[in-house]
T-cell receptor, first 115, second 112 residues
Framework: QKEVEQDPGPLSVPEGAIVSLNCTYS??????FMWYRQYSRKGPELLMY????GNKEDGRFTAQVDKSSKYISLFIRDSQPSDSATYLC???????????????FGKGTKLSVKP | NAGVMQNPRHLVRRRGQEARLRCSPM?????VYWYRQLPEEGLKFMVY????????ESGMPKERFSAEFPKEGPSILRIQQVVRGDSAAYFC??????????FGDGTRLSIL
């Protein structure tokens, strides 16, 4: 079983739709959870980061962490064509500042938002 | 405020040659990570460095690969005697204390 599972898609939605992206994980020691967006031929761009369980909202983006189910989600409201990219979940055991801060990534979900 | 800078963006090497990938972290960041992204695969951690020290190299192959982050200058990921399987995108990330990692745009290494 992989440490982090993420459906690769592709996921295609119409402009304005609500998008739900998810990851599951097996290591209960993960405490820090991040979502990155990666455009083609570019590096991952940090979108959201959270510690432990709960919700966090930033503009059109909401990140949710359910540690009891080992499940994290990213919601995108009012999706735009510019949101078309690959979305990567990432998590780590230690804090960002700790020696266990190296990130474990999902394979990424490719999202396409059609005008 | 410049982000993480990686160069070259594209690097072509023949089998058996050496590849040197450079990473300049964001200003004020003293922690550097290297990741490798193979086609259709997620990013995989390779090595974590602070200035002049390797903190964690558990993801880096024992043979042919080395990394450094000197007191002055960029971090370097060095691959000796490259093979076809080394073809990948190599990403560098940096952070300051207790903050998440920020990534560069990567170096795409192609082995002929």
């Amino acid at each position: 079983q992989k440490e982090v599972e993420q459906d690769p898609g592709p996921l295609s939605v119409p402009e304005g739709a609500i998008v739900s992206l998810n990851c599951t994980y097996s290591n209960s020691a993960f405490q820090y959870f991040m979502w990155y967006r990666q455009y083609s031929r570019k590096g991952p761009e940090l979108l959201m980061y959270t510690y432990s369980s709960g919700n966090k909202e930033d503009g059109r983006f909401t990140a949710q962490v359910d540690k009891s189910s080992k499940y994290i989600s990213l919601f995108i409201r009012d999706s735009q064509p510019s949101d078309s990219a690959t979305y990567l979940c990432a998590m780590s055991v230690g804090s960002y500042g700790g020696s266990q801060g190296n990130l474990i990534f999902g394979k990424g979900t490719k999202l396409s938002v059609k005008p | 405020n410049a982000g993480v800078m990686q160069n070259p963006r594209h690097l072509v090497r023949r089998r058996g040659q050496e590849a040197r990938l450079r990473c300049s972290p964001m200003k004020g960041h003293s922690h550097v990570y290297w990741y490798r992204q193979l086609p259709e695969e997620g990013l995989k951690f390779m090595v974590y460095l602070q200035k002049e020290n390797i903190i964690d190299e558990s993801g880096m192959p024992k043979e042919r690969f080395s990394a450094e982050f000197p007191k002055e200058g960029p971090s370097i990921l060095r691959i000796q005697q490259v093979v076809r399987g080394d073809s990948a995108a190599y990403f560098c990330a940096s952070r300051e204390s207790n903050q998440p990692q920020h990534f560069g745009d990567g170096t795409r290494l192609s082995i002929l």
